[in-house]
């Protein structure tokens, strides 16, 4: 067989047909993938399919925004101690000081918070920036032992503002923070840039608050700020978990004007639902919605104008019409300002219920002990409606936890590895490794619809858990409970959804 071929191909040689050959070989090897057209036997995440669609437009901008950085191997003197006046009675800044290296801040035992906590930070002053404009800081430091750190802004002069509180060291705006590891080890941090408590206004200082139990020297090797458009412009298209009004969504983004085209069948009782989501409030984007049966006209199903960074507009598009028929499923997005980022939050086409898997909800508390449970015995009727749901299904008598406290255990039972594999904690982190597939990713790939609502840090973002979910929601609450029983209010509480 080898011999004919190189026969053959020596004859195409000889009559000068080669190269046309070899051309048309690689047509017929690359027809366009709209031919077969993607089906919804199951939830059809569309942010998975983009090797399917056709892009038409959705240029990156030539003006992005370029990330501010120092780096501390060569002195920045703008960076200073941060001050603020009156102290209260023996209370001193932290110090200050250039290193080779890097930018040291030492909490000694004179800094000492009235609540009880060492305080110290630095700040540099800035061309009042919008804190809308920016997305995350990243830090490179090392820390001589265990505390926290956070990106902070604007240092009030309390002779200026005498109503805003009690006097303190320092006291500015803050963002989230994060634990140091404290083994003077190089780390990076990446924390976001929003404030907890955003206001109207410049940022005038850009500053890192470090507080402690101990006394701690941590070096700052190098802060970089990055902007929130330089997160988008890396390519074309592309995919995010983004946040908005803390609910995350697994996103396609875009620049306009751009328009992403599918070749799908519709299934019965089709539909299309997806967040619609924006960087800035001007110029609003027009997210537009149609559908090209083969050979016929395009009909516009959906338009709509968003301008509102902090929501997600959620739609739900009826397909039925064209149940059966193969369309061309596009998503479009323009504006006045080319290359503005539109967002997708968790597109989705969807049919009717066609397969027996069940429906899955995995609930979560943490610190419930069997011991109080009116399922497991107790004789008081705390968990009546545990109870009903244990009548229904199956109650685990002997389940074993991975370990006695939280921060083990979740990520354990998340993943069904044990924490020894996972790679253990490290200063308080339970930080699920990247190619360690979650829960999440693994009901997400067989189909599923994904959604998570978690209070508690350990089964959150913080530890790597959106990974395969559409939908994520995080944050604090109480639950209480008013029925009978002595549970009182439940703390913490996670549901998983699939």
Known sequence: MGSKLRIFLAEL?????????????WLVGCRPAEDTPLTVDMPL???????????????VPADVPQPVEWRFDEPQPGWKATI??????????????????ALQITLGPSALHPEGVLVGGAHVDVPEWNHRDWAHVVIRARSSGPGNIRPAFNVWDWEEHPDEGRAVPYEMRGAQGTRLVGDSTVQTYQLP???????EGPIEQFCLQIWADDPLEVEILSIT???????????PVGIRHVERDSRYRRSLFVHTPAQLEYRVRVPDEGRFDSGLGTLWSEPPIIFRVTVTPDGEEAEILFEETHGDPGTWAQHSIDLSAYAGQVVTLSLEAESEREGGVALWGAPTL??????????????????AGAE????????????PNIDRLAAEGAVFERAYSNSSWTLPSTASFMTSLQHSALGGSRDGWNVVPEDVPTMAQHLHRGGYQTAVLVANPNAGKVSGRERGVDVFREGWAEFSYEGEGD??????????LH
């Open 13 to 25: 040689r000889r009559r000068k047909v080669f190269f046309v050959a070899i051309v048309f070989v």
């Open 45 to 59: 995440h569309l942010e998975e399919h983009l090797e399917a669609a056709t892009i038409v437009g959705s240029e």
């Open 84 to 101: 603020s006046r009156p102290f209260p009675a023996g209370i001193r800044p932290a110090t200050v000081s250039q290193m080779d290296d």
């Open 193 to 199: 840039v929003e404030p907890e408590d955003p206001w």
């Open 225 to 235: 700020v990055v902007p929130m458009d330089a997160l988008y412009a890396e390519e």
């Open 350 to 367: 969807t049919g009717p219920r066609a397969t027996d898997k069940p429906n899955i909800i995995f609930y979560i508390i943490d610190g």
């Open 372 to 383: 109080y449970m009116s399922l497991y015995g107790y004789n008081r009727r705390t968990t």
């Open 487 to 496: 549970l009182g209010n439940l703390t913490r509480s996670s549901v998983y």
